[in-house]
């Protein structure tokens, strides 16, 4: 798998006729929208245990954040920045020989300083293709509890998640296009993976009531897709040193 990995990346720079970046530094915002589907990433996790019956299905969320590129290179250039990321699950629960159901929903927050290897191929005169692939080091602050009372009796449905660690990493691909101005900046649609290098969180449903409790664990990958949307300011390329002593 890795010899592929590799291979892709060399000919995908000996194909490219990339616009220059090196030596020049951008700073960029973006939003990416964590889209559910049933085809990349977690979309649906089920946690049945004897009569109790529950899962949780992924929903649309939400990554914030900031990007700093750096070029090495005219095909080669480094991302990192800061991230904010939300993530929403819908659960399900159910007692079928209770005769009760319900839902909820509940959301993980993390933080996320990413690190990515980028390769650009030149499309025309203004337009960029760039794929890349690296590395994510990732937060999540406080664990998550959601409590439902069940009307009409005494008992209650309880979900705990508790974090894996509070320092996690995942692997994060990218592939996009971008349109690059020399007043207004760079405009960018692509489109992520987020794989975790393990499951993020262990989730513990439980259906609670006077006759005993009814417990389920299972572990939550926490992997998803998102939709990439991204703007960059325009950078001046940094000076060399001949250059930064003659203003001097």
């Known amino acids: 798998m890795k010899k592929h990995i590799i291979l892709f990346f060399m000919l995908v720079t000996l194909a490219g006729n990339g616009f220059s970046q090196k030596g020049i530094t951008t700073f960029g915002i973006q939003y990416k929208p964590i889209v559910p589907n049933r085809f ?18 992924q929903k649309f969320g939400n990554v914030f954040g900031m990007v700093v590129r750096h070029g090495f290179t005219k095909n080669f250039s480094v991302e990192t920045g800061i991230n904010f990321t939300q993530r929403n699950f819908d659960l399900f629960y159910e007692m079928p020989d209770s005769g009760w159901s319900g839902s909820n929903d509940v959301r993980m927050i993390s933080y996320s300083i990413p690190v990515s290897g980028l390769i650009y191929i030149r499309l025309g005169e203004q337009f960029y293709m ?34 894996r660690g509070k320092l996690q990493g995942a692997m994060d691909a990218n592939l996009g296009f971008e349109y690059r101005t020399k007043k207004f900046g760079y405009f960018y649609l692509g489109a ?14 439980s259906y609670e009531h006077e006759g005993g409790d009814v417990l389920s664990i299972g572990n939550i990958r926490g992997s998803y897709a998102t939709i990439d949307l991204r703007y960059f300011f325009n950078e001046r390329k940094d000076k060399k040193m001949g250059d930064r002593e003659k203003d001097n």
């Open 192 to 205: 992520s993976y987020h794989l975790p290098f393990a499951p993020i969180a262990t989730f513990a449903m």
């Open 130 to 163: 760039n794929t890349s692939l690296g590395a994510s080091m990732v937060l999540f602050p406080s664990d998550v509890q959601v409590f439902t009372n069940i009307e009409g009796v005494s008992s209650y449905f309880l979900m705990e998640g508790a974090y």
């Open 40 to 57: 990349i990433g977690t979309y649906e996790q089920d946690f049945n245990e004897g009569p109790l019956l529950s899962s949780t299905r």
